[in-house]
């Protein structure tokens, strides 16, 4: 009898925390998305800047270049909170080179 009571214990706190698992990769990864859509609305922000400015004269400026740093600098910091995926095709053909 104290088997069953124990399996069953235990068949309830794995249930349970398997949820809550669930829930917070699923939070997580909420976050994620919401990081990642302002990173990319910065990083067009910057380029239209860019494309507005192609000679140089407002980033120049004292009140506009302020604007224009502190979006470089948010986009810097946005790119620094992800880990970038690097493909290893380069390395794996050099390897199939070598052989």
Do not use: C, W
């Not at 706190?13 to 859509?37: H, K, P, Q, S, W």
């Amino acid at each position: 009898m104290l088997h069953y009571i124990i399996t069953v214990t235990l068949g309830i706190l794995a249930t349970f925390l398997g949820l809550v698992a669930f829930y917070a990769l699923r939070r997580i990864n909420d976050y994620e998305n919401i990081i990642l859509n302002i990173n990319n609305t910065v990083e067009s922000i910057k380029l239209q800047l860019k494309k507005i400015d192609d000679r140089g004269t407002f980033e120049s400026d004292d009140e506009v270049g302020f604007f224009f740093t502190e979006i470089k600098r948010l986009g810097n910091e946005l790119n620094s909170l992800f880990e970038t995926e690097v493909e290893d095709a380069p390395i794996k053909e050099k390897k199939k080179e070598k052989k």
